[in-house]
């Protein structure tokens, strides 16, 4: 498997360092795990004779563009900005727009496209996650879905493939990627790289997710999510929130799902797992103390929360929260 990593000066240092690592490991450790893997090689392609990330680290090209045909996967780093403002910004830039150009001639049913983090805006700014499935950096699906609303955005998977493009979640996902695109020449390599630099298996964002930081401004449904926040012991439906904020059932699930992905349910099952989550890490309640606090009349409730959460399992009603 031969992998081209396709980066611009600016891009986040550790994205570049952590798919080249895993990379270069899993090349090393091949010979001993199978001979028979075919061999991982990594070039670094850029539209200069070397690339400096934000940090400062310098990175030598050793490919240039016009040879990305020879390439089995071509990745995209983050683009080594932390807010929405900064990565449509960094977007406009020459060396950005050069990349997006390259992108576009792809195929990906010929040759595997991948990013993570913030590099997911790149291919999405390309045309090449229209109508796909796709994740990034969960703190930036509001901006994310606005831009490229075509994109079917799941921000609680850390790596989603689709049809010949693989997208992974936050920063340090470039690890996730990287393995993710190991297994695809071989499981048994993965696991031992994984066993070898000590990774954990992470198939979800959501125990990282946390609400307030999901920027939007519908007014709708901020009201929504106030009214569960000042509720949140009590045992609540939808119907009941809905007729509190003066609104219909149909329109709330337009709203949530436009401005964040998900539905009123999600949304409030989220605030939920939220406040359980902080109260765990601040203070020295137990679960048992802690479910009746966020609506939930046992602990088993809550803890059945926590878990679908942190797997990225799709919400679904509770005891304490019935559908409508």
Known sequence: MRVGLLASDGCFSSG?????????TAQAERPGVDPSIPPIRVDITGTGRKI?????????VTMHPRELSAVDVIVV?????MTAEDTLSALEARAS????????????????????CTGVFTLAESGLLDRRRATTSWWLGAAFRSRYPSVILDLDTMVVADAGVVTAGAAFA??????????????????????????????????YLVTDHLDHNDRLVLAFEQQVRARMGQALD?????????????????????????????????????RAVHLLRTTTQSVEQIAPQVGYANAESLRALL????????ARPGPAEGSG
Not at 55 to 60: N, W
Request: charged residues 20%; aromatic residues 0%.
């Open 174 to 207: 470039h690890i996730d990627l990287a393995l993710a695109l190991v297994r695809r020449v071989s499981l048994s390599l993965a696991e031992h790289v994984a066993r070898l630099l000590v990774i954990d298996e992470r198939a979800s964002q959501s125990a």
């Open 77 to 81: 780093p983050a683009l080594g900005t």
């Open 307 to 314: 878990r679908r959460f942190r797997t990225g399992s799709q």
């Open 97 to 116: 727009r050069a990349i997006i150009k390259v992108l576009r001639d792809l195929d990906p049913a010929v040759t595997t496209v991948a990013a993570a």
């Open 238 to 274: 939808i119907p009941q929130l809905v007729a509190a904020i003066g609104t219909s059932r149909r329109t709330l699930e337009r709203r949530t799902q436009a401005a964040l992905g998900m539905s009123p349910l999600a949304l409030m099952q989220r605030l939920r797992a939220e």
């Open 16 to 24: 570049v360092a952590a798919l080249i690592d895993v990379l270069s």
């Open 52 to 60: 400096t990330t934000g940090a400062g680290l310098t990175v030598p």
